[in-house]
């Protein structure tokens, strides 16, 4: 089986892997599933679009309230525990949810209760996810893992659950389908309890602050970190920028760039969004298959930006294949540096800041997605839709360009290398560390240039605190019958 599992599928040889990623499919999909039933449940109990506005608004809501807290407890407490929690809230208010709507007796609270106990757990399951997925899998796996990761997304999410929900509903009725997706929910549970619990990458003996207290602490540490390390804030700094000028127009104004130039309808929105999907899950598949580049934060940020500049044809293509094709190329370049990203998370954020770091990374794409949104109608209407997509084609080139050479990433890159081979280890041993294989270079993350003090030690071997006190670093995942016969968010 190990010929068959090479390239994006190498982390499958892990059993420890393939049960969280069962775990991760399963989710996908009732979410995909979730989305759908959702608003034909608010349509069925006559509802309408105010009515639909609130229900989103609560799981909105509850994921920018817990997000950072999640960042915070996922380097606090073991993030199987958090994900396993997360999964079972979900499956019982939504076979809760379920019964109610097949009864009749489901109200249009409800279905907000319901979003905001979904959303209040979202925000904790990222920061979890990202900060368990090195305890599993060998760094040199991590690329491949996240690619994976990435194309499940619109895959599962955006095309295989919707579809399911469209033929449930047409077959039976809303509640059907939500019924399916507490089924699916269990599901995700079970893999769950098959993931072995791995140990905490944190050495918590010597805290002696209230509970309270240290979280607070935590927090405040996560941020001095994001502001002392340069290539993190500059590319956390880029991305809320990138998100601000690229996903309001995608998302509220491809629709009117379809109809008022190329004269489509709505089945042209969805070939056209469709065509942004599968553009993400080709690129996230085709960068799982390679290895982290040398130039990775130079190639990342260039990928980010240049990835860009289709959008300027879409704000005046005449033609829907044009701007389908101008999407495409577009999905595959948002998509495929964002597997980059989070491996380089997960290599080089200490171990016990992972999740913290994790949580601001997606508290970004929370915060700056609705304010776009909001900003992408008055912009195009004071503009124009064609001026409106030259700015957010053409701006994000010079940002990132100006990210890359602020925060110094050409030298970063190169003092800090994550592509050096594997060096054997022990089979019998504990799960690998995020800076496996690094260097000497690599022990210590550089300081924003010049003005701060010293950032905390980056490599796991610099103080006890980085890691679990009985992990050895540049470890295998332990305890997997699996583990023995493999060599990595």
Not at 319 to 344: E, H, K, N, R, Y
Request: hydrophobic share 55%.
């Amino acid at each position: 089986m190990d010929r068959w599992l090479r390239g994006p599928l190498r982390p499958f040889r892990s059993g420890q892997y393939r049960r969280l990623a069962g775990a991760v499919m399963m989710s996908l999909f009732a979410a995909g599933v979730w989305m759908i039933a959702l608003v034909w449940q608010v349509i069925s109990m006559g509802g309408g679009p105010t009515d639909l506005s609130y229900v989103a608004a609560a799981a909105a809501i509850g994921m920018l309230a817990t997000t950072l807290l999640g960042g915070v407890l996922a380097d606090r407490v073991p993030q199987r525990g958090i994900l396993l929690a997360v999964a079972s809230s979900r499956m019982v208010s939504v076979a809760v949810l379920a019964l109610l709507a097949i009864t009749g007796w489901a109200q249009l609270w409800h279905l907000v209760a319901v979003s905001l106990v979904i959303g209040l757990g979202n925000g904790f399951t990222y920061p979890a996810y990202s900060a368990l997925l090195p305890s599993i899998l060998p760094a040199e796996d991590l690329m491949a893992a996240n690619g994976v990761e990435g194309m499940l997304r619109p895959t599962v999410m955006q095309a295989a659950g919707p579809a399911l929900a469209s033929a449930l509903i047409a077959a039976w009725s809303p509640a059907a389908a939500l019924a399916v997706v507490a089924v699916l929910e269990l599901a995700g549970v079970l893999f769950l309890l098959a993931v072995r619990p791995v140990p905490l990458r944190r050495d918590k003996s010597g805290e002696t602050a209230h509970p309270v207290m240290a979280t607070l602490i935590d927090l405040r540490d996560g941020f001095v970190y994001m502001v002392r390390t340069p290539w993190l804030l500059a590319t956390l700094l880029f991305a809320s920028v990138l998100i601000l000028l690229i996903m309001g127009p995608i998302e509220v104004l491809v629709p009117f760039a379809i109809k008022d130039r190329a004269g489509g309808g709505p089945g042209d929105h969805a070939v056209v969004m469709a065509a942004f999907g599968i553009g993400g899950a080709l690129g996230s598949l085709g960068m799982a298959s390679f290895k982290m580049p040398r130039r990775y934060l130079t190639i990342m940020n260039l990928f980010w930006g240049a990835g860009c500049l289709p959008l300027v044809l879409v704000g005046f293509a005449r033609d829907v294949w044009l701007i389908a094709a101008a999407v495409f190329v577009v999905g595959v370049c948002f998509s495929a540096p964002m597997v980059i990203w989070g491996t380089l998370l997960q290599r080089r954020v200490p171990p016990h800041m992972l999740g913290r770091v994790s949580s601001l990374d997606f508290f970004v794409s929370l915060a700056f997605m609705p304010l776009s949104m909001a900003l992408a109608g008055p912009v195009s209407g004071s503009m124009g839709v064609g001026p409106t997509f030259v700015l957010a084609g053409a701006l994000p080139v010079a940002i990132a360009v100006i990210a890359i050479v602020w925060a110094k990433m050409r030298k970063d890159e190169l003092a800090h290398p994550l592509d050096i081979p594997p060096t054997p280890t022990d089979d019998a041993t504990t799960p690998a560390d995020t800076t496996t294989n690094a260097t000497p270079a690599q022990a210590h993350e550089p300081t924003t240039a010049d003005a701060l003090a010293p950032a905390e030690p980056d490599h796991p071997t610099d103080a006890p605190a980085h890691g679990s006190a009985t992990t050895p670093p540049n470890a295998r995942p332990a305890g997997d019958d699996e583990a023995l016969t493999q060599p990595r968010r």
